[in-house]
């Protein structure tokens, strides 16, 4: 559904704008960046880092020098049973503007997951190399996680534009790629230092918004569904562009049974519930959306639909974001919006959540419900149909059938029109680029805030942060 690819065989520079920056890991062990994005032709791609090694940085014990290092990093390495350290410098940095320069051990790690390890060995005082770390000491910038490190030295901030030089990165066949990205590329970290500024910064690409919505059976008693008994019958979808004054391109709604034409939508009806589900899984790889957008998915719609297909067993299913080998996994079986599982390289925009935390001066019972926020702002509503209707509608007839399916899209549209109203995703970019912490990362960790402002703070100042006992 995205425009095709130009030839391989014409490599030219890429411009592309990063959407969300992940740490991973190569079958080697050794540590990578992934930054997803979207280019200006409205291809997705993830840009595979390689070479930049986290660190952290310990106090130079009296008496070692530069002949030292060599040997203490396969002491160490060999001590832990790990070949993580790559590479020990001694470097002069301050821990204040007081103070005068100190002297430091700057540890490059191969693995950014073995960070504690090596840092507990050290403060722990189990270091015995040569008997002169026999006081051990605090150390200093281990709390910085990776993804975080890479964009706070290479002055990436969230969102931004990259462009990445002709011949400077290699083109992943399709076969050998991680992702369900149109087109992944590898990078050599000191070919990405050359990216040059991009004009027109301040624009957005055209990011695919996908919005949806389920329907699921109620239990004879009229009590909530539940998703070890309760099947999903309907799956509504709406997919529009990011910035474009026009209505959504596409209107889909998928259907357990036979459905009544809807004018401008189409309809899949399925007999079976898990052919359903895989059908719509597959139809999500293929719009390939940047924007994960609707009312409550993060507390409903996506946990109900990983628990559904998990009491389907359709092991298959949970692989919705763009890292192949990579499912959703939910901690709980009824998360709240932070513990929600996000899609690795796509965006997730709960509006009810949204307009919760930013609107929150709403009176009235139900003041936050779809229909009564859909009325405050758009001056429009749901179609009235109670969820005890749902049994009812799902069994009788086709023409029933669609009846809910225009309810389940409208649920679907109303999210876009209030995600566009109310500049949703513009004030959650705008908070993401003022913390300088990735969008997504952001949604389920906001200490990240504190942590970066802390660190950008000891750049300016030139110093480094010890870390908490």
Not at 371 to 397: C, G, N, W
Not at 413 to 441: Q, T
Request: overall charge neutral; hydrophobic content about 35%.
């Amino acid at each position: 559904m995205r425009p095709a690819l130009p030839n391989p065989g014409q490599e030219k520079h890429i411009t592309f704008q990063h959407i969300e920056v992940r740490e991973n890991n190569q079958p080697s062990g050794r540590s990578e960046i992934h930054l997803f994005g979207v280019t200006k032709a409205s291809h997705s791609i993830l840009v595979r880092v390689l070479g930049f090694e986290h660190y952290f940085y310990y106090p130079a014990p009296q008496g070692i020098s530069e002949d030292d290092l060599g040997c203490l990093k396969e002491y160490i390495n060999e001590c832990l049973v790990e070949i993580a350290i790559s590479e020990i410098e001694l470097e002069s940095q301050s821990v204040s503007r007081a103070r005068e320069p100190l002297l430091f051990l700057k540890i490059y790690l191969f693995d950014h997951r073995q960070m504690r390890r090596y840092k507990h060995f050290l403060t722990s005082g189990a270091c015995e190399y040569r008997n002169i770390f026999s006081s051990p000491e605090l150390s200093y910038e281990t709390t910085v996680p990776y993804f975080l490190r890479f964009m706070l030295d290479n002055g990436i901030t969230p969102m931004s534009w990259i462009q990445i030089p002709a011949k400077r990165y290699t083109r992943i066949a399709s076969e050998r790629a991680v992702s369900f990205c149109q087109l992944e590329v590898t990078v050599p970290f000191e070919s990405l230092l050359k990216c040059k500024p991009v004009e027109n910064s301040e624009k957005s690409a055209p990011f695919r918004i996908l919005s949806f919505d389920l329907e699921c059976n109620v239990r004879p008693d009229g009590q909530f569904s539940n998703a070890q008994d309760q099947e999903v019958v309907q799956i509504g979808n709406m997919v529009s562009t990011y910035g474009s004054e026009e209505e959504p391109f596409s209107r889909t709604i998928f259907t357990l049974g036979s459905c009544s034409a809807i004018s401008g939508s189409q309809v899949f009806s399925f007999e079976d519930e898990s052919k359903m589900l895989m059908a719509w899984k597959k139809f999500f790889i293929e719009v390939d959306p940047d924007i994960v957008t609707g009312y409550n998915i993060t507390q409903f719609d996506i946990p109900y639909l990983l628990n559904r297909a998990r009491a389907l067993m359709l092991r298959d299913f949970p692989f919705l974001g763009r890292i192949k080998a990579s499912p959703q996994r939910l901690v709980l079986r009824q998360p709240n919006f932070l513990e929600c599982p996000g899609y690795d390289g796509r965006l997730l925009l709960d509006v009810y959540h949204h307009i919760r935390e930013n609107h929150p001066g709403l009176e009235g019972q139900g003041a936050y419900k779809l229909s009564a926020v859909s009325e405050h702002f758009l001056k429009d509503r749901k179609e009235d149909i109670h969820y005890t209707e749902i049994p009812r509608l799902q069994s009788e007839s086709a023409d029933t059938r669609r009846q809910l399916a225009v309810y389940c899209l409208k649920d679907v549209y109303l999210p876009l029109r209030l995600m566009k109203k109310l500049k949703c995703f513009e004030r959650e970019v705008n908070e993401a680029k003022d913390a300088h912490v990735p969008y997504n990362a952001l949604r389920v960790s906001r200490s990240l805030k504190v942590i970066a402002r802390r660190y950008r703070d000891a750049m300016d100042r030139e110093c480094i942060l010890v870390d908490a006992q």
